[in-house]
């Protein structure tokens, strides 16, 4: 069993940064791809940054500029650096892994339990 483990939320003036980071904790499921997607109330869920299988990097074009995500696979960790942020990025920022089980050599993707990012204004 893999758990994605995220931490870093919190509340930011607007202009200011904060730092997410992700952790799978567990054994028996290989990796392809991790990121960082966000949901606000209403909305649909929406990617933000991720890596995909070949190694390339999406950001979603409203946090261009200003958001960096980063890895480390040695940890099978990801970060959101969040720079310059406005009371739109305000949302609960949920961390992504896709890859395949060991046990069932089955595809599957994984969420972490969200966390909460507020910008005041």
């Known amino acids: 069993q893999v758990q994605l483990v995220e931490s870093g939320g919190g509340l930011v003036q607007a202009g200011g940064s904060l730092r997410l980071s992700c952790v799978a904790s567990g054994s028996g499921f290989s990796i392809h791809f991790m990121g960082w997607f966000r949901q606000t109330p209403g909305k649909q869920r929406e990617l933000v940054a991720t890596f995909n299988s070949g190694g390339n990097i999406n950001y979603v074009e409203s946090v261009k500029g200003r958001f960096t995500i980063s890895r480390d696979n040695a940890k099978n960790a990801v970060y959101l650096q969040m720079n310059s942020l406005t009371a739109e990025d305000t949302a609960v920022y949920y961390c992504?892994?896709?890859?395949?089980?060991?046990?069932?050599?089955?595809?599957?993707?994984?969420w972490g339990q969200g966390t909460l990012v507020t910008v005041s204004s």
């Open positions: 992504n892994a896709g890859g395949v089980e060991q046990l069932t050599m089955k595809y599957s993707e994984l």
